[in-house]
């Protein structure tokens, strides 16, 4: 990448769960699951530019801040519009209509030449990554809990974003950087928001049908169900349908959620006895105490397959038809006269014999 080209920040990898450890629940006819495996999620927005087109200065002042790094489009974005783009160095940056899908929703800019401080003065070196992490965490995150009004979810689907000028904007004297919203994929990628944050459930969760590509038996982005995955979304669960007061316990959350997410998986599949035949096992998240308090009332009921405590088998194709698991057709158990068995749970006493 050239130097007049936008320089993408590289993002600081920080783990978390989708929720408190995720505890995937074995129900009846299925073997108990394990933890979800932590997920890698990854923050900062690369600095954007259009370096062929920053004014040039003329008469000796200096370089002066081009209020437009990334077109009109970037040097007039305040708090609350929405921005989305196509291209990788983000040349093509506009604003649209936040009911529009839209890759940032701007929280508030900062202009760092007003610190007194010679690290962002004229001639000043562009920061390194870890700077602008430092950036992020010291006037984004800040910053997005004041325009949701203490209400963002630090665990839920968006994430603290920070645009930064580039290298050829901050050669050309700009310091504005823009504080906002995003939706980060596992792998980094920008998901699109459609709709203001404030205005909608914080919760992580997936459309009822997506698949989660798998990488190293460990889940990554959505993907097409034709491609490898490592489990199906079969529903999403309101919790506040059956807790409209205050925050249940994990306790009854899965009370409550073993039947709604066996009804939804029973829907999505066609039958009761599909989740069994296809070996497959049905596994649900829990909200905690600082999801509740901001909002968040959403699980996602999905459908996998373990290999070990910490990742998935990979499936190909939908759970609802023709599926392969690690390359294999499953074969459901079948009794000597042909009855179809569950799979016993750990430690439960030996199936009786027909006739037993």
Not at 215 to 240: K, M, R, W, Y
């Amino acid at each position: 990448m050239s130097e007049d080209q936008p320089q993408p920040t590289p993002q600081p990898e920080r783990r978390r769960h989708l929720s408190a450890p995720v505890t995937r629940r074995a129900l009846a006819l299925v073997a108990i699951g394990a933890v979800l495996a932590a997920i890698a999620t990854i923050f900062i927005s690369g600095g954007f530019d259009r370096g062929e087109k920053l004014p040039t200065q003329t008469g000796g002042v200096g370089p002066q801040p081009t209020g437009a790094v990334a077109g009109e489009a970037f040097g007039s974005a305040t708090t609350g519009d929405c921005l989305t783009w196509s291209k990788p160095d983000a040349s093509d940056l506009e604003q649209v209509d936040c009911a529009q899908p839209h890759l940032f929703e701007v929280a508030t800019d900062v202009d760092l030449s007003l610190y007194p401080d010679t690290e962002f003065g004229p001639g000043s070196k562009f920061p390194g990554v870890l700077r602008f992490s430092e950036l992020r965490d010291e006037h984004c995150a800040p910053a997005v809990n004041t325009y949701l009004v203490g209400r963002f979810d630090p665990k839920g689907k968006f994430s603290v974003g920070l645009i930064n000028p580039g290298e050829a904007g901050w050669a050309a004297g700009e310091r504005t950087i823009r504080c906002g919203l995003q939706f980060s994929g596992v792998t980094g990628s920008l998901l699109p928001i459609q709709g203001r944050v404030a205005e909608q459930d914080q919760s992580k969760v997936w459309d009822v049908g997506t698949c989660i590509g798998i990488n190293q038996n460990v889940p990554t982005d959505p993907v097409d169900c034709a491609q490898p995955h490592a489990f199906e979304v079969v529903g999403v669960i309101d919790l506040a349908s059956r807790f409209p007061g205050g925050m249940p316990s994990v306790q009854d959350q899965d009370k409550f959620l073993e039947g709604a997410c066996t009804e939804a998986s029973n829907a999505y599949l066609g039958s009761p006895d599909a989740l069994r035949d296809k070996t497959l096992t049905l596994f649900w998240d829990n909200l905690d105490l600082d999801s509740w308090l901001v909002g968040s009332r959403k699980i996602n009921c999905s459908v996998g397959k373990e290999v070990d405590s910490n990742g998935f088998a990979t499936l190909v194709g939908s759970a609802k038809g023709d599926i392969l698991i690690n390359g294999q057709a499953p074969a459901p158990p079948v009794a000597p006269e042909g009855r179809s068995l569950p799979t016993p749970l750990p430690g439960a006493a030996p199936i009786p014999a027909p006739g037993g």
